[in-house]
């Protein structure tokens, strides 16, 4: 299993963000780093395929991405926003709407794994059915976490996941993710400290280029 990213420019108005980037990724979890404003989330959009590049492809196992339908491949790479996070009237309401659309119909909805998640991830039970508006921004983060983690895509990415949690919390968050990313490809940008260490494999964002960090 692999992602390759090849070629790929994309500019924003006159500022080039990535200028002809190529890199590859593999089953684990890599860390994509990068000041403010280097370009990582759009580079995780791109790969979500929320935004077209300028220029160049990506390939998932030989396969150009681009030539697959892209609801089809939202349901192979997934992505947790960094902020406006879509979630229902509760958070179980969240957690299993997923599940009803026809890409996911195969996947089953483990309410077992979800109560484990929660405890690690230091919230109730009872939060599933709190009205979503009543929740904290670290709250809901954890819920677009776990949402994202019980559908078990082969690409997953993750924009600043534990920015919003407790230094505890981001790292049982982290560490359940390190192992999680065994099977799967998994990306993830993080200005925490503590992200450093559970990464496999750290790559940079510099200057438009993609670098081993």
């Known amino acids: 299993m692999v992602l390759e990213v090849k070629n790929l420019s994309f500019s924003i108005g006159k500022r080039q963000l990535f200028d002809n980037i190529n890199f590859k990724l593999t089953k684990g979890l890599t860390l994509l780093k990068g000041e403010s404003g280097s370009g990582k989330t759009t580079l995780l959009r791109i790969i979500n395929r929320l935004i077209k590049p300028e220029e160049g492809n990506i390939f998932f196992s030989g396969s150009d991405i681009s030539a697959v339908d892209e609801f089809i491949w939202r349901s192979v790479c997934m992505m947790m926003k960094q902020k406006g996070f879509y979630i229902a009237e509760t958070p179980l309401e969240t957690l299993m709407l997923p599940f009803e659309f026809k890409n996911n119909r ?18 109730r039970r009872e939060i599933l059915y709190d009205k979503a508006s009543n929740l904290s921004g670290g709250e809901l983060q954890r819920i677009a976490f776990i949402r994202l983690l019980i559908l078990k895509p082969d690409v997953a990415l993750f924009d600043e996941p534990v920015s919003a949690v407790d230094n505890k919390t981001a790292g049982n968050m982290l560490g359940f993710l390190k192992e999680y990313c065994n099977d799967r490809i998994c990306l993830i940008t993080s200005h925490d400290p503590v992200a450093y260490s559970f990464a496999d494999r750290i790559i940079e964002l510099k200057n438009g280029k993609v670098v081993d960090g």
């Not at 109560?115 to 230091?122: A, D, E, I, P, R």
């Open 106 to 123: 195969k996947k089953n909805f483990d309410a077992k794994e979800v109560y484990y998640l929660l405890s690690l991830f230091g919230l």
